[in-house]
């Protein structure tokens, strides 16, 4: 990345207005950066900062024209968009986290059941059945 869009994404990045505002201000200023670069090839981010200002107050001076009530409502968006980004991810986590209980302590999953069967024919006395069913572990 070259100094000049270093100093560019900076002032970018500064700016707290709709993105065609952003877009306009931008394509005023990308000229003059790119003269100035052309210019002085060897320049120093601080050295566009002395030509053109600190990102900070450049991005200031120009959100000063625009209309107050418009940047206000992009703040506000921007903070509406970013709680509902920490919330996603908060509930990402939450869901992970429940998954994992689940997972680790068999909460989702169905009991354990042992089925025996046991066919008794006419040839089988009752005694016989009777230490059968003691060899299971069904009878006392």
């Known amino acids: 990345m070259t100094i000049s869009s270093q100093y560019m994404h900076q002032v970018r990045r500064e700016l707290a207005c709709t993105p065609p505002c952003r877009k306009k201000f931008i394509r005023s200023l990308e000229p003059l950066v790119d003269d100035f670069a052309g210019e002085n090839p060897e320049a120093s981010l601080s050295e566009y900062e002395e030509a053109f200002g600190a990102p900070e107050s450049l991005a200031q ?3 000063s024209t625009l209309d107050q009530e418009e940047v ?7 903070k509406h968009l970013r709680w509902a980004a920490w919330a996603v991810v908060a509930l990402i986590f939450v869901g992970m986290a429940i998954g994992l209980v689940a997972k680790y302590t068999r909460v989702f999953e169905p009991p354990v059941t042992a089925e025996t069967t046991l066919i008794v024919t ?3 006395s009752i005694e016989e059945m009777k230490e059968i069913l003691r060899e299971m572990g069904l009878a006392d």
Not at 72 to 78: D, G, L, N
């Open 72 to 78: 206000r409502r992009y703040r506000e968006q921007k």
């Open 61 to 63: 001076q120009y959100m």
């Open 122 to 124: 006419e040839d089988v």
